[in-house]
């Protein structure tokens, strides 16, 4: 039987290649950034290491902001934290 491929991803923040259900998807889509749990949202998307210590590194030097090219609000990281506790 043939095996199933697994999607890879990489996090934007440590550069490391890891299967896309190990990640957590952020979403820019029409200028409204979300976390996008399903992983199918419309929009230009990035994926974060599921770590809070990852998730606090992209906080402190704003790589979501550089990626999206716009300010991130606080409340996006905490939505991630919350999904990763």
């Known amino acids: 039987?043939?095996?199933?491929?697994?999607?890879?991803?990489m996090c934007v923040v440590t550069h490391e290649?890891?299967?896309?259900r190990e990640l957590i998807r952020v979403v820019s889509f029409n200028?409204?950034?979300?976390?996008?749990?399903?992983?199918?949202?419309?929009?230009?998307?990035?994926?974060?290491?599921?770590?809070?210590?990852?998730?606090?590194e992209a906080k402190k030097k704003k790589i979501l902001n550089r990626v999206?090219?716009?300010?991130i609000d606080e409340k996006i990281y905490d939505e991630i934290i919350k999904l990763i506790n």
């Open 1 to 9: 039987m043939k095996e199933k491929k697994v999607p890879m991803r």
């Open 68 to 71: 999206f090219s716009c300010e």
């Open 31 to 56: 200028g409204e950034i979300s976390v996008d749990e399903t992983g199918k949202k419309n929009g230009k998307g990035c994926y974060l290491k599921k770590d809070i210590s990852v998730i606090e």
């Open 17 to 20: 290649k890891f299967p896309k």
